[in-house]
Each structure stands twice: as structure tokens, then as C-alpha cells.
């Protein structure tokens, strides 16, 4: 396994616009009315004192390409890419885990027992939205530290992106350690805590290959996702 490299990022600097909560709370057509904006706002506050957001990632080589369908690594395990991130210049893969911490779960889930159900939804909602601004921090220091190696970064894929099976996240735990930060799969091949999220990142010499090709809503086949953030095309 290579060296997995752990970031732990300020809760204040991750940036959630009550619009994003919205969308994660009702779906993309669904508008809070002041009294949910404020119940939001306040959930969003609540939430930033008590996430422990990290990053975690390591650079995988990647030993041969078997184009188009996939590339093995240098632990001889073999990863099939998406059609869109097919790429025969192919350097290295990614493994990228982010995670709030387990205290948001636990705060939701006492909500709920508690029987105050709108603000546990809503507390979720702010934490999907918190966990997607991590994704996006991460996202765009990989893209940094492959410019530093003049290469360029691709778009995420994983576990339960498009056509990849959830099966698939005991593959990508195999290829970095997130002791570190806290997280563990269960039985299932879940993230435990809840909200984490996980995803291959690949790096290559192809400067078409990046990762500028919209907001991931348009490389989804979920057309009727009801928390589609732009049209599907």
C-alpha cells in the first residue's frame, strides 16, 4: 500500500449555501420558506461545531493500462474506469476517503429519538451538503498537487458512481488507510461514519483529460434524480 497522506480541514472553511441544504432537504425544486432558512442556518451552526472534517488519500502507480476497460496498479489489483475516464496516458490512481466524524451521526440520530424529526432531517441535509464541500476541497488540492507534477486530474469515480457497484469499496479501502481518520466498513461495504464519502481520482499526461467537464449532474445517467443540481443531458 502506498503512504496515505491525512488533511484535517477547519469546519468554518467549508462553504454551504442554505440553497444547497434546500436542495438536499426537499430536492432541486423544493424553496424554504424563513422559517426553514432559519431552522437551516441554525442546523448549519450546530453541525460546524461539532464535524471533524479530514481528508485522506494515496497515490496509487499505475503499472500497465488495459484499454479501454480499466488499469492495474502496482498491488496487481486491477480497476475497471468508467467509459468517460478511459484514458491511455494514465499515471496514477487516487484513493480518496473524506469524512466528517462520527458526532454528527450521533447528533442525528438523538434528534430523531428524541422525536424532533424536522431537525434531524434537516441536520442530514446540512451534513450531506457540509460532506460535499469536503469532497470538493479534496478534489481541488489533488488537482494542485497533480499540476506540481504536471499532470492533470481527472474526475472522481467510486463505489456507487454510474455503473461502479458498492461492492466495489472493499477494492478501494485496500489501497489506503483511514484508521487515522476514523473510518471503517461494515458487513455491507458502508461508510461508517455515515457521512464519508470515497472515490478513485486519476492523474495523467493528457491535458484533455481533466477534470473540466461541468458539474457532475451532467455525467450522471440518474435523469430523474430528484437532487439534480443542473439538466440532465
Known sequence: MSETINIHVLPESLNVSLKEVGRYAGGSRYRM????????????????????????YAIQPVTSIDSPKGVCLESSSYIELPSEEQDNAIVSLTAVVCTLG?????????????GKILEGMVLDAVGVALLESLGMKG????????????????????PGYGKMPLAAQSTLFKHIDTQAIGIRLNKSG?????????????????????ENHGYKCQRCDLSNCLYRKVPYL
Open 33 to 56: 420558506d424563513a422559517e426553514m432558512e432559519q431552522l437551516a442556518s441554525k442546523m448549519l451552526d450546530r453541525a460546524k461545531k461539532i464535524i471533524s472534517p479530514a481528508v485522506a
Open 139 to 158: 478534489r481541488i488540492h489533488l488537482k494542485k498537487e497533480a499540476q506540481k507534477r504536471g499532470l492533470f486530474a481527472g474526475c472522481p469515480f467510486g
Open 102 to 114: 462520527a458526532k454528527l451521526d450521533k447528533k442525528i440520530k438523538d434528534l430523531t429519538i428524541q
Open 190 to 210: 458502508v461508510m461508517l461514519p455515515l457521512k464519508s464519502l470515497s472515490f478513485w481520482l486519476r492523474w495523467t499526461t493528457n491535458p484533455r483529460a481533466t
